[in-house]
DNA sequence: CTGTTAGCGCATTCAC
DNA sequence: GTGAATGCGCTAACAG
């Protein structure tokens, strides 16, 4: 029924080994009889099987990529770099959404690793124990995509979150800003939750403003929970006048929020998010937003995994791609 | 250095046969026998090569999924739907990117036939003979998940593209709106751009009104393909006072477009889509749009892909999933 | 219930 | 340049 590399092999008129070599366009063979071989493949129809080939040599030219939710556009943006490079290296990819669940995270890693991919690219929530534990029950590179563990033993590519948050928090405070909220994600979720955090009250402290715990709600980075958090804050005694938000989705939740009650951004509120995702200019006012360049986190932390597959040396194993702050309308001057 | 089944074997002094029984959880298995496999696996770490269980059992529990491009919110919706279905029935996806561009859908088409694929979901462009072609050669199930084939003779899932427009149109016309323009997407694309196409006008016959050719703009399925297509509406001599989109996208382009020069939504213009992604509800004024089951689109194909893959006999190879028009603020009486 | 024996389709020494 | 032989790690009859 399937035609194999033997067959082909007596078609032409030479050895399986033959084959194989005009086959993985290996130089010693003669023209002459790589011709041959072309011809008997054409004719049989015959086309490599990839998961012999991959017990045989023990590589599978796949990459395991293990990813929170596909649906969710920064993500998808991600994984889309990180497919664009590897079709370049001739590599493809099998994804896993994981929902930055734990368990379901370390269930496909393992399962990943037992259809042997030549690499793994996680991204994910936090890096625990148990997650080093099964990259180490595997010898294949792994490298994290918009994570960081906390050691930094693993190779990674991100932005700094921390600085990120930071600089959005600043330009408020430059547009003479003092009284700024924050929407962000659980303090469980170390780049986008965490971090971001931690950047806002270094951002406060730097220019002297005090940290109000009144002035944070925490959401689940939807719309939704944007435009909730916003209200609270607009049931506030005394309300701020500007508010970060940990994502764009979640700012737009806020803007609309803040229209919805008759108020008008950046008139009434002044609003900056992190990541500048494409709804950003999908909005009126269109959002300003610090910059994080997803397409590349992926093509980068993709190109890294083909150099350490290729045991190439790499010398920056953890890298920290720029972020920059693109101002658009949702921002106004107190 | 790695583990086989046949270390497990030695192990736990029975033979290699049962062991993989007790890893295939074959019941004919000492409860006895298991319990000794079950530690020896343990006490070696041991991982099933799934490389080598799919060469020797001609099964890769994986599917292909060729998808036109997975940053396209509508399509990264579609294929958590497959991801979903196809983790609960323990598949793998190896997910291609083609962006519909015909000689990149058959080269992945075949590497992917070349991975042993058990299965392959196929979300593109026009279904060619190439593909057909392409198809052939491999005798694994196909499913084509948010496309149909001309003939028909490839099992497949879907809405009715042509119907959904129609309604769309439908719902405008109700409203007392006749002069009704429309952003398209290209016709070689067969079902957002043709038979969306297809269904506005037979929306407009249906109801006496004539077609106008200056009134239907083609766009590329984005944002600013919409608003330039508004653009040209507004300057025309007599304006229209309806627009159908094709997709969400271009008619939040046009919303914006309309706001931004200074009219209203739906007091001057009314518009409506077809796609209702979540997008739908984060603009202002809400966008009204026929609603398309992406989520489901992916989950049926797959589960459908499931049953073909099992040999299950099937008696609907080719279903139609309900559209249904969701109203929201941008469409109002004329 | 358990073990023996063959391959699955190919890459890869090693000879010639 | 080319061929013969071996094995990658596992499943699948077939015996017993």
């Given at each position: 029924?399937?035609?194999?590399?033997?067959?082909?092999?007596?078609?032409?008129?030479?050895?399986?080994?033959?084959?194989?070599?005009?086959?993985?366009?290996?130089?010693?063979?003669?023209?002459?009889?790589?011709?041959?071989?072309?011809?008997?493949?054409?004719?049989?129809?015959?086309?490599?099987?990839?998961?012999?080939?991959?017990?045989?040599?023990?590589?599978?030219?796949?990459?395991?990529?293990?990813?929170?939710?596909?649906?969710?556009a920064?993500?998808?943006?991600?994984?889309?770099?990180?497919?664009?490079?590897?079709?370049?290296?001739?590599?493809?990819?099998?994804?896993?959404?994981?929902?930055?669940?734990?368990?379901?995270?370390?269930?496909?890693?393992?399962?990943?690793?037992?259809?042997?991919?030549?690499?793994?690219?996680?991204?994910?929530?936090?890096?625990?124990?148990?997650?080093?534990?099964?990259?180490?029950?595997?010898?294949?590179?792994?490298?994290?995509?918009?994570?960081?563990?906390?050691?930094?033993?693993?190779?990674?590519?991100?932005?700094?979150?921390?600085?990120?948050?930071?600089?959005?928090?600043?330009?408020?405070?430059?547009?003479?800003?003092?009284?700024?909220a924050m929407i962000g994600g659980?303090?469980?979720?170390?780049?986008?939750?965490?971090?971001?955090?931690?950047?806002?009250?270094?951002?406060?402290?730097?220019?002297?403003?005090?940290?109000?715990?009144?002035?944070?709600r925490i959401g689940n980075y939807r719309y939704e929970s944007g435009a909730e958090a916003m209200k609270h804050f607009l049931?506030?005694?005394?309300?701020?006048?500007?508010v970060f938000s940990a994502t764009d989705e979640m700012a737009i939740g806020a803007i609309h929020c803040i229209q919805d009650n008759?108020l008008?951004v950046?008139?009434?509120f002044?609003v900056i998010s992190?990541d500048?995702s494409?709804m950003a200019?999908m909005v009126r006012p269109?959002l300003?937003a610090?910059?994080?360049?997803?397409?590349?986190?992926?093509?980068?932390?993709?190109?890294?995994?083909?150099?350490?597959?290729?045991?190439?040396?790499?010398?920056?194993?953890?890298?920290?791609?720029?972020?920059?702050?693109?101002?658009?309308?949702s921002?106004?001057?107190?």
């Amino acid at each position: 029924m399937t035609v194999t590399i033997y067959d082909v092999a007596r078609e032409a008129g030479v050895s399986m080994a033959t084959v194989s070599r005009v086959v993985n366009n290996n130089p010693n063979v003669k023209p002459q009889t790589r011709k041959k071989v072309f011809e008997a493949i054409e004719r049989l129809g015959y086309r490599p099987n990839a998961v012999a080939r991959g017990l045989a040599s023990k590589k599978t030219t796949t990459v395991g990529v293990v990813i929170p939710d596909i649906s969710n556009a920064i993500f998808a943006e991600v994984a889309r770099g990180i497919e664009d490079i590897a079709n370049m290296y001739h590599y493809n990819i099998i994804l896993c959404n994981a929902d930055k669940k734990k368990d379901k995270e370390i269930r496909v890693i393992n399962t990943l690793l037992e259809k042997q991919v030549d690499g793994l690219l996680f991204m994910g929530g936090a890096v625990t124990d148990e997650h080093l534990q099964a990259f180490r029950t595997s010898n294949v590179p792994i490298v994290l995509c918009a994570t960081t563990d906390e050691n930094g033993t693993i190779p990674s590519v991100d932005i700094d979150h921390e600085a990120a948050a930071f600089d959005a928090v600043q330009t408020l405070i430059k547009q003479g800003h003092t009284s700024i909220a924050m929407i962000g994600g659980t303090l469980q979720d170390p780049a986008n939750g965490y971090s971001r955090f931690q950047g806002y009250k270094r951002a406060l402290e730097t220019s002297g403003l005090t940290y109000d715990e009144n002035l944070v709600r925490i959401g689940n980075y939807r719309y939704e929970s944007g435009a909730e958090a916003m209200k609270h804050f607009l049931d506030l005694p005394v309300r701020p006048t500007a508010v970060f938000s940990a994502t764009d989705e979640m700012a737009i939740g806020a803007i609309h929020c803040i229209q919805d009650n008759g108020l008008r951004v950046p008139d009434d509120f002044s609003v900056i998010s992190v990541d500048n995702s494409r709804m950003a200019s999908m909005v009126r006012p269109q959002l300003s937003a610090v910059a994080q360049p997803m397409y590349d986190i992926g093509a980068v932390s993709m190109r890294l995994l083909t150099k350490l597959m290729k045991k190439e040396t790499v010398e920056q194993a953890k890298v920290v791609l720029p972020h920059e702050v693109v101002m658009r309308q949702s921002v106004g001057s107190k």
